[in-house]
């Protein structure tokens, strides 16, 4: 990989870090979300660390949207690379306030080009931060602290925005409540985020495209629903197996509280508030919610009954098989997956470019029906600085800022004209 591509992300590290070695290479669209998933310890935050330039692999290339960052004769430092960096402690400076920590991102002339295309006012009203302008980030609660930092980094104007575990030390409620804050994101603005996490459940919520990774090594990487659906690769091959189908509203009955939301091949009915039409929605649909059946049914308490083509089947074990199907008479649309037995399969003679029912006894839906204004809590961003910071001397009672704090500082110094002697990545 040499060539720089317009409209991508294309990225091939190769080395050691520490005692680790990396070999990942893709490509992925410079827009939307793009997730990383894998177990703990195959390499997630070192290609993070390596697109921000936080580690160096010579021989490596990277660049981002035909603007290369890294190739053989080239390597722009961590401070020079336009990203965003959100990881998960909390990284705002204590002795600045919400406003004053959300500006220190900003670039120092108010007309610079804005990479993001995003303002001051907007990431206010974005986030929902315009009661918290004047407090104290110690009186703030984990998921404000979140949303400060994730508005600093957006203030920044990167052309990348990295989320490393951005969610993975809060409980399950306080997910829940900073997960819609991201989707308004997603939704709001082109910025292309990589985001990493363990948690199938944010990335079948937030993500479009997946980068599957194990022991260093990229396993597949594509759009999320087609390594969802793709029985050789391991997401597929669990009784966990999932869809993830992006729908829209078309209309809601208030008599029977169901949303009619559209997708490719057909109409599913899904019980949910009243959302205006024309919304975008993510649902996931179970394999252990889909059956299979050879006719219609003529009576059925199953409201989602779609034809659809068999694609593939796959042996799951325990005499269960994972069939791929594709929705509409003409099996040209979405995917899903049904689990079943291998008895079901033969008794129904059942065969790959058949067309049958998929019968639908669970539909989720996983994106928020408004845009959220709860409150959060979590991880905050990198800035990448090391000592450079206003108002902190070396013999300031606060604490030393952290890892998180090294970029905006690192920024800051060079804007100024300044040397960092207090940042280790100043050597």
């Known amino acids: 990989m040499t060539a720089q591509a317009p409209g991508q992300i294309q990225a091939a590290f190769r080395g050691r870090v520490g005692g680790f070695s ?18 703990s310890g195959c390499g997630k935050t070192t290609v993070a660390r390596c697109l921000a330039g936080l580690h160096y692999l010579p021989g490596s290339f990277c660049a981002i949207d035909g603007e290369i960052w890294q190739d053989q004769s080239s390597f722009r430092k961590a401070h020079q690379r336009p990203v965003g960096y959100v990881f998960q402690e909390a990284s705002l400076f204590p002795h600045l306030s919400v406003r004053r920590n959300l500006l220190y991102g900003a670039p120092r002339d108010a007309l610079a080009p804005r990479a993001c295309g995003i303002g001051f006012d907007e990431v206010i009203d974005l986030l929902g931060l315009a009661r918290l302008l004047d407090r104290s980030p110690r009186n703030l609660s984990g998921g404000e602290r979140q949303r400060v930092a994730i508005g600093r980094a957006l203030l920044s104007q ?4 990295l989320m490393d575990e951005p969610l993975s030390a809060l409980d399950r409620l306080t997910k829940n409540e900073i997960l819609p804050f991201l989707e308004r994101l997603h939704e709001r603005l082109s910025l292309p985020v990589i985001y990493i996490s363990h948690d199938m459940a944010e990335i079948e919520r937030l993500a479009d495209h997946l980068i599957l990774m194990q022991h260093g090594h990229v396993v597949a990487a594509g759009p999320l629903q087609v390594l969802q659906s793709d029985p050789s690769l391991p997401l597929a091959a669990t009784r966990e197996a999932a869809i993830s189908l992006d729908a829209v509203v078309e209309a809601h009955d208030a008599g029977y509280g ?5 997708v490719a091949g057909g109409h599913l009915l899904v019980p949910a508030p009243a959302v205006a039409a024309g919304r975008r929605q993510r649902l996931r649909i179970a394999a252990s919610d889909v059956s299979i059946a050879r006719a219609a049914p003529d009576t059925s308490s199953i409201l989602n009954v779609l034809p659809a083509r068999i694609v593939s089947k796959s042996m799951l074990g325990h005499g269960e098989v994972i069939v791929v199907l594709a929705l509409g008479a003409d099996g040209r649309g979405a995917q899903l997956l049904a689990r079943i037995t291998l008895r ?8 790959e470019a058949m067309i049958v029912f998929a019968q639908i006894k669970g539909v989720s839906l996983v994106s928020g029906t408004d845009a959220a204004a709860g409150q959060g809590a979590g991880p905050d961003l990198i800035d990448t600085s090391a000592g450079f910071l206003d108002g902190i001397s070396l013999a300031s009672p606060e604490p030393w800022p952290n890892q998180n704090q090294i970029l905006y500082g690192v920024r800051r110094c060079s804007e100024l004209e300044t040397s960092c002697p207090h940042s280790p990545l100043s050597a």
């Open 22 to 39: 990396l070999d990942a290479s893709f490509s992925a669209p410079a827009t939307g979300v793009t997730a990383i998933f894998g177990p």
């Open 158 to 161: 990167p052309k990348l925005l």
């Open 258 to 262: 169901l949303l009619t939301l559209r």
């Open 344 to 351: 079901s399969w033969d008794l129904l003679g059942l065969a």
